[in-house]
C-alpha cells in the first residue's frame, strides 16, 4: 500500500456544499471511499464501481486483468455521503442526482499520478458510479525496446532523421501505436526543441513535451485545437486518432513545415491508412509530399518461455503461410501455465511492424488515382518486410505462436 495519497478536486469550491450530518461519520465515509480508491490504484485496477443495491452499495474493483472483484458494501445510511464524496471530487453538481454526469478528478498515490474519470447513471437502487483510472507513466520505452526487426528499425530511423513530414501509424484499437509514437518522439526530441500533442487520452508524459486532450465541456473541435497547436510552431506534434476530414486537413497542412508530424490512424494497413485520408478529401499530392512513413503494427501476446510447447512445421503449414521454411523448423504454442507466467502461458506482448516508405513511383500512382488493389500490389512489391514477415520471423523464434500472428494479420 502506497503511503502518499494526494486528491485534487476539479472544483475546489464545491468542497462547502457536501451534505454532512454527522461530522464523525462524514469524515468516516471519506477515508472508506479514499481507501478503496487508493488501493484500487495502488495495484493498478481500471475501475471502480459503486453499484447500488436495495441496501447501499456494492463496491467492485475491476482489476487489470479485466474480471471485476467485490472489495467491500456500503450501508443504505452513508450511501448519499458516500455518492456525494466522489462527486464532489469529480466536480460534478451533487445537487442533481437524477440525471447522467460526467467529470474527472486527480490524485496521487505514491509515485503513481492518476486521472480518475467518473460517470453517474440514476438507476433503480440509486446513482451508478462508475470512476475509470488511467495512470499517467512516464513514457520510458525505447525505439529499439519496441521489438522492431533490425532492417525495419534502421529504415525508420532513417525516416526520422528527416526531421520534418508526417508519420502514420496505424493498426487495429490496442495494437500499441501510442507507445510506438512516444518511442519515437523520445527518439528524436531534443532539449530545446519544443513538442506538443493532442490526444483524446493521454497516456504518457515525455519530459519537454506538452501534452492536451479535448474536453466535454471545451468550445472548440479538435480540428480547431490541431490548427491552433500548429500554429505555436512546435518542432514535433503529435495527433491522435484522425478521424474525419478536418483534422485530416489539419495535420497534413503542419507536417508542411519543418517539423516532424506523428498521427495514429485506426486501419488494417499502410495503403488503407493512405485510402483513408484521401477518402477525407486530402488531395493526393498533399498527402505525396508530406507522408514521409506508415508504421503498421499488431500486438501479440509473447509466450512464456519456460513452458512454451514445441511443434515442428509441416509441409501443410507451410502452404497456409505460404512460405518454404527452412528444414527442421519449429513453432511454438503457449503450454498449460507455470509459475513464471501465473499460469497463463504468456507473459505481456510483443509487437509486430511493418514500415513503409512511399516510393516516388507509388506516389505517382495515388496522384494519378490508380485504383487501390494496384496501389496495394505496388506497396507491397516496394516492401522487403512485411507485417507477416515480421510475425513468422517472431513466431519461429519462439517469441509468439503461428496462431496468434495469423489471426491478428
Ligand atoms: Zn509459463
Do not use: W
Not at 513530414?165 to 493498426?171: A, Q
Not at 494519378?368 to 513468422?392: C, H, N, W, Y
Amino acid at each position: 500500500m502506497a503511503e502518499k495519497v494526494v486528491f485534487e478536486s476539479a472544483r475546489k469550491a464545491d468542497a462547502d456544499m457536501r451534505q454532512a450530518r454527522n461530522p464523525a461519520e462524514d469524515k468516516s465515509v471519506i477515508e472508506e471511499v479514499d481507501k478503496v480508491i487508493a488501493a484500487a490504484a495502488d495495484t493498478g485496477a481500471t475501475e471502480v464501481h459503486l453499484e447500488p443495491v436495495q441496501d447501499g452499495y456494492t463496491i467492485r474493483v475491476r482489476e487489470a486483468g479485466g474480471a471485476l472483484r467485490k472489495v467491500n458494501e456500503i450501508p443504505e445510511r452513508l450511501k448519499l455521503n458516500v455518492a456525494n464524496r466522489i462527486k464532489v471530487l469529480a466536480g460534478l453538481d451533487i445537487t442533481k442526482s437524477r440525471i447522467p454526469q460526467s467529470g474527472y478528478f486527480k490524485m496521487v498515490v505514491g509515485e503513481k499520478k492518476l486521472e480518475l474519470n467518473v460517470f453517474s447513471q440514476p438507476m433503480l437502487y440509486g446513482e451508478l458510479i462508475i470512476i475509470k483510472l488511467s495512470y499517467k507513466v512516464s513514457a520510458t520505452l525505447r525505439l529499439a525496446q519496441l521489438g522492431m526487426h533490425p532492417n525495419v528499425l534502421a529504415a525508420y530511423q532513417k525516416a526520422l532523421a528527416r526531421g520534418s513530414g508526417l508519420i502514420l501509424v496505424t493498426g487495429p484499437p490496442g495494437s500499441g501505436k501510442r507507445s510506438s509514437i512516444y518511442a519515437s518522439i523520445l527518439e528524436i526530441l531534443k532539449p530545446d526543441q519544443l513538442a506538443l500533442g493532442f490526444d483524446p487520452v493521454v497516456k504518457y508524459e515525455v519530459p519537454g513535451m506538452v501534452q492536451g486532450k479535448p474536453e466535454e465541456k471545451s468550445e472548440y473541435t479538435f480540428a480547431e485545437a490541431v490548427v491552433g497547436l500548429m500554429r505555436q510552431e512546435p518542432d514535433v506534434a503529435y495527433i491522435g486518432e484522425i478521424s474525419n476530414d478536418a483534422e485530416a486537413r489539419a495535420t497534413i497542412q503542419g507536417a508542411f513545415a519543418k517539423r516532424v508530424v506523428f498521427a495514429r490512424m485506426t486501419a488494417n494497413d499502410s495503403v488503407s491508412a493512405i485510402q483513408n485520408l484521401t477518402d477525407m478529401g486530402i488531395q493526393p499530392f498533399l498527402l505525396v509530399a508530406s507522408l514521409v512513413a506508415v508504421i503498421n503494427q499488431r500486438l501479440v501476446h509473447r509466450l512464456c518461455t519456460a513452458c512454451r510447447q514445441a511443434y515442428p512445421a509441416d509441409a501443410g503449414l507451410e502452404r497456409e503461410i505460404g512460405f518454404k521454411l527452412p528444414d527442421g523448423s519449429q513453432f511454438f504454442r503457449a503450454g498449460g501455465g507455470c509459475p513464471a507466467c501465473n499460469g497463463s502461458g504468456h507473459v505481456g506482448n510483443l509487437g509486430l511492424f511493418e514500415l513503409y516508405r512511399p516510393s516516388e513511383e507509388l506516389g505517382k500512382m495515388i496522384i494519378a488515382k490508380e485504383p487501390v488493389q494496384s496501389i496495394r500490389a505496388r506497396a507491397f512489391k516496394d516492401m522487403s518486410f512485411t507485417l507477416k514477415v515480421d510475425g513468422i520471423n517472431k513466431a519461429l523464434a519462439g517469441y509468439v505462436s503461428l496462431e496468434d500472428v495469423l489471426n491478428c494479420l
